[in-house]
């Protein structure tokens, strides 16, 4: 387990100064030997906790680093089922819960973003990741479910009215037949 951590902190080190040199006008070649250095280190992480959880399957912090580390390595749908698997073992964990919510935003799935980061507030009312986490799930979740009028939509309702109309007018007329009639 110590390997796979140091593996992880030495792939975020990198992941660090890659940040620090972008920032600096000379460091072409510098840059490219950290990103390399970066994604050796975050891969020997995830095959360190890959066999840690094998041998382990219900050590939830390794899952839970495994999650972290593919997330460190932009694999999203990765990085979900660890984060799932690390939240099943241990669901009461509010770090679990908000990571798979920082997850599946990045997957925009909103709406299971907004359970699992509504549990993390559960658990702990202070989680400000958490907090701002669940407003960007929420803004997502709008977003995908606004649904602007299509010209079927429009097409369809003047079909409807204008059948209401028809319908109105007929009535009309029979109470004028029924008035005359008397």
Same mark, same amino acid.
């Given at each position: 387990?110590?390997?796979?951590?140091?593996?992880?902190?030495?792939?975020?080190?990198?992941?660090?100064?890659?940040?620090?040199?972008?920032?600096?006008?000379?460091?072409?070649?510098?840059?490219?030997?950290?990103?390399?250095?970066?994604?050796?280190?975050?891969?020997?992480?995830?095959?360190?906790?890959?066999?840690?959880?094998?041998?382990?399957?219900?050590?939830?912090?390794?899952?839970?680093? $495994? *999650?972290?580390?593919?997330? /460190? #390595?932009?694999?999203?749908? +990765?990085?979900? &089922? %660890?984060?799932? !698997? =690390?939240?099943?073992?241990?669901?009461?964990?509010?770090?679990?819960?908000?990571? $798979? *919510?920082?997850?599946?935003? /990045? #997957?925009?799935?909103?709406? +299971?973003?907004? &359970? %699992?980061?509504? !549990? =993390?507030?559960?658990?702990?009312?202070?989680?400000?990741?958490?907090?701002?986490?669940?407003?960007?799930?929420?803004?997502?979740?709008?977003?995908?479910?606004?649904?602007?009028?299509?010209?079927?939509?429009?097409?369809?309702?003047?079909?409807?009215?204008?059948?209401?109309?028809?319908?109105?007018?007929?009535?009309?007329?029979?109470?004028?037949?029924?008035?005359?009639?008397?």
């Amino acid at each position: 387990p110590d390997l796979a951590f140091a593996h992880l902190k030495l792939g975020i080190a990198y992941s660090l100064k890659e940040k620090e040199n972008r920032l600096k006008p000379q460091s072409g070649n510098n840059l490219n030997s950290i990103k390399k250095n970066s994604e050796k280190a975050l891969r020997n992480a995830v095959n360190a906790f890959k066999k840690i959880v094998r041998e382990n399957p219900n050590d939830d912090t390794a899952f839970y680093n $495994l *999650g972290r580390t593919y997330a /460190k #390595l932009f694999e999203d749908r +990765e990085s979900e &089922r %660890a984060f799932r !698997k =690390a939240v099943k073992l241990k669901p009461d964990d509010g770090e679990y819960q908000t990571e $798979l *919510g920082a997850a599946l935003i /990045k #997957l925009a799935k909103y709406s +299971e973003a907004l &359970r %699992a980061l509504n !549990k =993390a507030l559960e658990i702990d009312r202070e989680n400000f990741r958490a907090e701002d986490l669940f407003k960007k799930a929420k803004e997502g979740h709008k977003r995908i479910s606004f649904r602007p009028k299509s010209n079927m939509d429009k097409e369809a309702k003047e079909k409807e009215d204008k059948n209401k109309s028809t319908t109105n007018t007929t009535k009309e007329k029979s109470t004028e037949n029924n008035v005359n009639s008397e």
